[in-house]
């Protein structure tokens, strides 16, 4: 068994040690007789491996008393859907921060579903390689929530600081976040957000799970007509469990927080390693003409890196290379070309040496 | 390790030989270097995992061409949503048939979503014990389609036969069939349906996967407005992957496909054995006045097979001496109490075995 090196955007890698306890437990889990796949979801097992899933995401994240934590299908993108849904009960118009392909597509779909949307900022026309200020938010005046992505898996664009939600007349409005590829990269404090939802994909599991994070207050602005899956507060009644929900997916959760918690040791601990691994790959794009990133500074994620060479023709090579020396799935997205390293937390930072030592080489044989 | 009996109605029993391929690629899918949870769903390999999935569905069921094979989140109970979105774009009424829970929370769904809804035939006052005859199908002058549930889980009633949806005037609408619990049980004739859906806890893999088979002539009949993720045609357009699809559920489920194919010998293969299974656990029932099954011979579901004890005093112990015994999740649902034995696929002909020993025994020391 050889374990190559993924950079995937997602489902991305997960730590090799969570997958050795799920390859150990899956036929029998801790002598129960059956997997956790085959338990039902009101049985006490299983819903003692989901309370703990919950109760470990929420010493890792701090998540507030007033706030549920909820367990839902569908993927970030469902959430384009239940966001309007669940937030605009009362009237008011969703507010966008555009900075990229996936906070579009929030947008995109709340005009789909007929219910308006003002952009509050975009920085498309000037190529989406910083996020705008916070004195740039040009929020509505009927503003009911203002959306953001922290952290856009595309462009590789992240943003440096929480914005502040302020209609023109002052009032505060919730801040929705879509934190699908920078959650559990470090703290955050969850009580400047209304909302936060994230796929599981990247940070948290496999894919066919999604956390939203939702304050308490906000449960009672739903609109009156919505299919009862999409309902935040029935899913907050019910412990996310309406209906059966993805168990193998919280439980493998559940394994990833435990890891974060007691194998990695806390937000901090994952935040230090996480900045070492950018500061270590963007150093090699830098300090090279052959390779290059757009984004400014202040912006560059640490868990997407886009880079591209100097010469494109070259990519092919680079890529076949890259593969043949157990660094997979680098390639860039197909919106945007060249490379993309994701380095999200179960990324080691031995992958990040091998990838900055293949770079260099590959650079002194072909640049 | 030592693998229990698992009668659970879902999340359901998986086979042994599935779990053990699933355990020996867990960390190394077949030399990739990484797990099929770690592969994005736009990849070769994982893309041709799905597409053979799809490929094996379709042999064992018999799919015709023109049906498309969807595979979605959110269980069988977000299609309660989605199939009215889908299917009422062009008027109409959805129609019922109820015969127990399930096909009266699809109802549910339809009137909650303000779209009305026409109740074709109910067996609720005479308690669900037998289905309605074909001749008692009162459908809507204005039907758009025919809703009803093959098997019921939660009563054990199963249809003996597909009913013909036809309006008063004589003319056809599509039949759409909830197959969660019986599908791949047996084979069955995919060219009756309009619209066949299914949640995978029971036959097909983990929970956190749906598939829905529609034919094609019903992939134009939308509501204009609807979230994008809802929309057959959208998803078929897509592969089923508009957005990250649940990779390791789909993975799951073409390995629960390629075990029925060739470990068990098809679904006829399968009927036969889940006959046998079926008719030992009923005849263990009828030959005791101790235990007792309500529902009429004709509709006694294979799948799931709800039981009494002449005296509910003894339940609480029936169920600990057979929990004992290596018999698991042998209490029935909540909303009906005694005891529920699900007879999946993954059930092997020797749990029945044990566990209509274990009845005769119990009787013997209880009776």
């Given at each position: 068994m050889t374990r190559q090196y993924n950079f995937c955007a997602g489902p991305a890698a997960l730590p090799t040690a969570v997958l050795e306890r799920a390859q150990a437990e899956m036929l029998d889990y801790r002598g129960y007789g059956l997997s956790t796949m085959e338990m039902s979801h009101r049985s006490a097992e299983f819903v003692a491996i989901a309370e703990r899933a919950e109760a470990d995401l929420r010493a890792l994240l701090g998540v507030p008393d007033n706030y549920k934590v909820l367990f839902f299908q569908g993927g970030a993108s469902l959430q384009f859907s239940m966001l309007p849904m669940n937030l605009l009960g009362r009237g008011g118009r969703a507010n966008f921060v555009q900075t990229g392909i996936w906070s579009k597509k929030a947008l995109a779909e709340v005009q789909n579903l007929g219910l308006g949307g003002h952009v509050a900022a975009s920085t498309e026309t000037s190529g989406n390689i910083a996020v705008p200020r916070q004195q740039e938010l040009d929020l509505s005046d009927d503003a009911a929530y203002l959306h953001y992505a922290a952290n856009e898996t595309i462009g590789g664009l992240a943003f440096d600081y929480t914005p502040r939600a302020r209609?023109?007349?002052?009032?505060?409005?919730?801040?929705?976040?879509?934190?699908?590829?920078?959650?559990?990269?470090?703290?955050?404090?969850?009580?400047?957000?209304?909302?936060?939802?994230?796929?599981?994909?990247?940070?948290?599991?496999?894919?066919?799970?999604?956390?939203?994070?939702?304050?308490?207050?906000?449960?009672?602005?739903?609109?009156?007509?919505?299919?009862?899956?999409?309902?935040?507060?029935?899913?907050?009644?019910?412990?996310?469990?309406?209906?059966?929900?993805?168990?193998?997916?919280?439980?493998?959760?559940?394994?990833?927080?435990?890891?974060?918690?007691?194998?990695?040791?806390?937000?901090?601990?994952?935040?230090?390693?996480?900045?070492?691994?950018?500061?270590?790959?963007?150093?090699?794009?830098?300090?090279?003409?052959?390779?290059?990133?757009?984004?400014?500074?202040?912006?560059?994620?640490?868990?997407?890196?886009?880079?591209?060479?100097?010469?494109?023709?070259?990519?092919?090579?680079?890529?076949?290379?890259?593969?043949?020396?157990?660094?997979?799935?680098?390639?860039?997205?197909?919106?945007?070309?060249?490379?993309?390293?994701?380095?999200?937390?179960?990324?080691?930072?031995?992958?990040?040496?091998?990838?900055?030592?293949?770079?260099?080489?590959?650079?002194?044989?072909?640049?």
């Open positions: 209609r023109p007349d002052g009032a505060e409005v919730p801040l929705v976040c879509d934190m699908s590829s920078s959650i559990l990269s470090g703290p955050i404090d969850v009580s400047q957000f209304g909302v936060i939802y994230a796929g599981a994909q990247k940070n948290i599991g496999p894919a066919g799970l999604t956390l939203v994070l939702v304050r308490d207050d906000l449960l009672d602005q739903a609109q009156a007509v919505m299919p009862t899956l999409f309902s935040y507060s029935a899913m907050a009644k019910a412990g996310s469990m309406i209906n059966t929900p993805p168990t193998y997916a919280w439980y493998l959760a559940g394994l990833v927080f435990d890891w974060l918690k007691n194998d990695v040791g806390g937000l901090e601990a994952m935040d230090a390693i996480n900045q070492r691994k950018a500061d270590k790959l963007y150093a090699a794009i830098d300090q090279s003409d052959f390779y290059s990133n757009p984004i400014t500074s202040l912006n560059r994620s640490r868990m997407n890196v886009p880079f591209t060479l100097a010469d494109a023709r070259l990519d092919g090579e680079f890529l076949r290379e890259a593969d043949a020396a157990g660094l997979l799935n680098l390639k860039g997205h197909r919106s945007v070309g060249g490379m993309r390293a994701s380095l999200y937390n179960a990324v080691p930072e031995a992958a990040v040496d091998a990838l900055t030592a293949f770079m260099a080489d590959f650079e002194q044989r072909k640049g």
